[in-house]
């Protein structure tokens, strides 16, 4: 059965940071392009960033863009996602998704493109 599990979440003051993790069981990741998404109370799921296959051309969102990595360790068929400088309007529940795909070099951050999901794992940020 495939599977993805997010771990890592937490509560930390602003400007901490935090490693999540996109553990896939069932599959193996390197066919998947990844992506990570964030859904905070009242809003509507956002895509954060993802990586392709070979993990080549990545994509962030404006909002994380020069905070969060994300990357990819296929032998452990693991992603993460590195968040630094952490703000209060991070504070959402986190979920990893996967689309199995042809494309190499490419992903998009579009939740539409992705046909498995995780749980979820809830990061917040306040003092």
């Known amino acids: 059965q495939l599977q993805l599990v997010e771990s890592g979440g937490g509560l930390v003051q602003p400007g901490g940071s935090l490693r999540l993790s996109c553990a896939a069981s069932?599959?193996?990741?390197?066919?998947?392009?990844i992506g990570w998404f964030r859904q905070a109370p009242g809003k509507e799921r956002e895509g954060v960033s993802c990586?392709?296959?070979?993990?080549?051309?990545?994509n962030y969102a404006d909002s994380v863009r020069g905070r969060f990595t994300i990357s990819r360790d296929n032998a452990n068929n693991t992603t993460y996602l590195q968040m630094n400088s952490l703000k209060p309007e991070d504070t959402a529940v986190y979920y990893c998704?996967?689309?199995?795909?042809?494309?190499?070099?490419?992903?998009?951050?579009?939740?539409?493109?992705?046909?498995?999901w995780g749980q979820g794992t809830q990061v917040t940020i306040s003092s």
């Open positions: 990586i392709p296959k070979r993990g080549v051309i990545i």
């Open positions: 069932g599959f193996t990741m390197d066919s998947y392009a």
């Open positions: 998704a996967a689309v199995r795909t042809a494309v190499q070099n490419m992903c998009s951050i579009w939740s539409g493109s992705y046909n498995f």
